[in-house]
């Protein structure tokens, strides 16, 4: 049976990562692996998620199945989050999703029931997991112009240029805020020009919302969202917990289609339901539950706003250490790119020979692309990585 078969190609981050866990060399260091770290490189449970854990301990008296949809606490939580109470709530299917990477791919098999032609746009460059997991599962991919390598920075003209292109009715993939790989996002002003061509050409917009909270604030981070959300018929949100909860090996996601009716809404949360059936059946409870209890309760909401700012303040302070450190040894190259960026991530700048270098010579890890992931840089590494980048320039 399985005679036909043929290694699959490996995956880059996991292969990485093991690179990494293999190397003895004390002076190590990952900028690539793509998830949250502290100041002593360790990727904690929140405060506020283990007071959660342990009421759900204390009070839950049932493990049994809570159906296709999750739960609706959960779900009506999260949809508030997400769109503040500024659109028809009845207009929004809703499901708890395993992760953000199972929302994405529940919204590719319910708009290919929709439409077995539906082609969707994402940015260049952009998460290396859209393409694989929405092409795969049968939607035609195509690329928008995103980011200017040589300036580092958005590629804004191009970028309008080309939506302007777009066919009508085709969908389009938006990175809400913390542009993963680039860490580049558009401000309000390109957000509200970005907007005006969707509406005027009819695209459908997909919305990836991976790092809510991360780049500025809850509802800054959302700002493309609900600004969308006032002037289009249709849109999808995928969103994950697993950064600004720290749950991601609990794979909390939610998947929110806003439909222009009630009643289509309904047609799509049944389809929603029963592609999800035929699939994983049900998602998993645990982390979605220990999300519905921080954000209906106010004194643990507080509590989790209050890490997730700690977190994103983090990343910003690396950021300018790393900034700062590159300008004293490389005073010729500009490294502004990576105080403007969002988030967890950025393209430093070298070719995939230097990355190769970095590694081999200096023990210091990142994907080929040349993305780091700021949250592996700490007071006590960035000189060495500083050295480290400046010696392979």
């Known amino acids: 049976m399985f005679e036909s078969l043929e290694l699959a190609t490996p995956d880059a981050i996991i292969g990485l990562m093991t690179e990494y866990q293999s190397d003895s060399r004390e002076t190590r260091v990952d900028l690539g ?18 007071q959660a854990e342990q009421r759900l301990v204390d009070s839950q008296s049932s493990k049994s199945y809570i159906g ?6 959960f779900n009506t939580a999260m949809r508030d989050m997400t769109f503040a109470g500024l659109i028809a709530n009845e207009r929004v299917a809703m499901l708890q999703t395993p ?4 929302s994405l791919s529940v919204a590719a098999g319910v708009i290919l029931r929709a439409r077995q032609d539906a082609t969707t746009w994402v940015s ?10 929405l092409g795969e599962a049968g939607l035609e991919m195509k690329v928008y112009p995103y980011y200017d390598a040589k300036r580092h920075a958005l590629d804004i003209d191009s970028m309008l240029e080309t939506l302007h292109t777009i066919p ?21 002003k390109q957000w509200r020009a970005i907007a005006d061509i969707v509406v005027e050409r009819e695209l459908v917009p997909v919305v990836d919302m991976a790092y809510q909270g991360f780049a500025t604030d809850l509802d800054t981070d959302a700002f493309v969202i609900r600004h969308l959300a006032d002037q ?10 697993s950064k600004n909860f720290g749950l991601y090996r609990d794979r909390v996601g939610m998947l929110l289609i806003m439909t222009a009716d009630t009643r289509t809404r309904d047609i799509v949360q049944s389809q929603a339901n029963n592609y999800v059936r035929t699939i994983y059946s049900m998602p998993p409870d645990h982390g979605a539950a220990v999300v519905s209890t921080i954000l209906h309760d106010e004194g643990l909401r507080a509590d989790w706003i209050g890490e997730l700012n700690e977190m994103r303040q983090r990343l910003r ?10 300008r004293a040894r490389i005073p010729d190259r500009d490294f502004s790119h990576l105080v403007r960026a969002n988030g967890m991530f950025s393209f430093l700048g070298v070719s995939i020979e230097e990355v190769t ?14 993305r780091i992931n700021v949250a592996g840089i700490t007071p006590t590494n960035v000189d060495h990585i500083a050295d480290s980048i400046a010696a392979v320039f």
């Open 232 to 241: 289009v018929p249709e849109m999808i949100v995928c969103n994950s917990c």
């Open 33 to 50: 692996i793509g998830i949250y770290r502290n100041a002593a490189g360790d990727t904690p449970v929140l405060d506020v998620v283990k």
């Open 99 to 102: 992760g953000g990477s199972g």
């Open 357 to 370: 270098r970095l590694k081999q010579d200096h023990a210091v890890y990142m994907v080929d692309s040349g």
């Open 168 to 188: 009508r009715g085709d969908m389009i993939l938006f990175h809400a805020s913390c542009h993963n790989p680039t860490g580049i996002d558009p401000d309000e």
């Open 68 to 73: 296709s949809a999750g739960p609706a606490d």
């Open 317 to 326: 302070d690396m950021r300018a250490l790393l900034h700062d450190a590159l």
């Open 124 to 133: 260049g460059p952009t998460w290396a997991n859209h393409m694989p997991l």
